[in-house]
């Protein structure tokens, strides 16, 4: 004999989640029966929350439960720079971090020709009107140095190269303290190619 129809199902959902297999799904769904009603409610109500509250920012494409988000709202910011990322995820951590004051650009991808995600599909456009329209002076790109990131910020290059602004891009290569015999090929000719003077 299987699961109840309700419990068979919620273990279903959960296994839709990023890194839950059987095993761990099984363990979730048997750990919410034993809320309190009133709990599972407000579980239930916040998951409901999530597609009729959260939307993407007119202005950086990031998260947010009005028209603008906060950051692009906040007057103290500055204006004048731009980081372009990935995703919402990478704003987060930027912010938790304090790395950055300037405004962002969430990108929502990458391109990647052989999973068939072209320029046209992820937040481009909207990036050079941004540009154009405003008063940014440097775009940094700030996106992983994988052969999509790196085929992304050559785009970006290309798109905003008859602007009058900078384009930078964040340094990657050898972490602190990282074994250089242990390095892949790509990390390691990353770095090498982004060695800066020291004298």
């Known amino acids: 004999m299987g699961y ?3 419990l068979k199902e919620m273990i279903d959902n959960f296994k839709l989640l990023p890194g839950i297999g059987e095993k761990t799904a099984e363990r979730l769904a048997f750990a919410m029966l034993e809320f309190e009603s009133e709990r599972l ?3 239930a109500k916040t998951i409901t929350n999530l597609s009729s509250n959260i939307k993407k920012c007119s ?16 007057k103290k910011r500055d204006n004048s720079i731009i980081c372009v990322v990935e995703d919402p995820k990478s704003v987060i951590l930027f912010e938790k971090n304090h790395l950055f004051n300037g405004k962002y650009h969430v990108l929502n991808g990458l391109i990647s020709p052989l999973n068939k995600v072209n320029p046209e599909d992820i937040n481009l456009n ?11 002076k440097e775009v940094i790109i700030a996106i992983k140095p994988t052969l999509e990131g790196e085929a ?5 290059l290309k798109l905003l190269k008859k602007e009058d602004i900078t384009v930078s891009k964040i340094a990657c290569g050898i972490p602190v303290g990282a074994d250089i015999d242990y390095l892949d090929a790509m990390t390691l000719e990353t770095a090498f190619f982004n060695r800066r003077k020291i004298s």
Do not use: Q
């Not at 202005?59 to 906060?70: A, G, M, R, S, W």
């Not at 909207?126 to 940014?136: E, T």
């Not at 992304?152 to 970006?156: K, M, N, Q, R």
């Open 4 to 6: 109840p129809k309700t």
């Open 41 to 43: 409610n407000n579980f």
């Open 59 to 74: 202005i950086c494409n990031h998260l947010t439960e009005n028209d603008i988000c906060d950051i692009c709202m906040d």
């Open 126 to 136: 909207s990036l050079l009107k941004r540009v154009k329209d405003g008063s940014a």
């Open 152 to 156: 992304t910020s050559l785009y970006i």
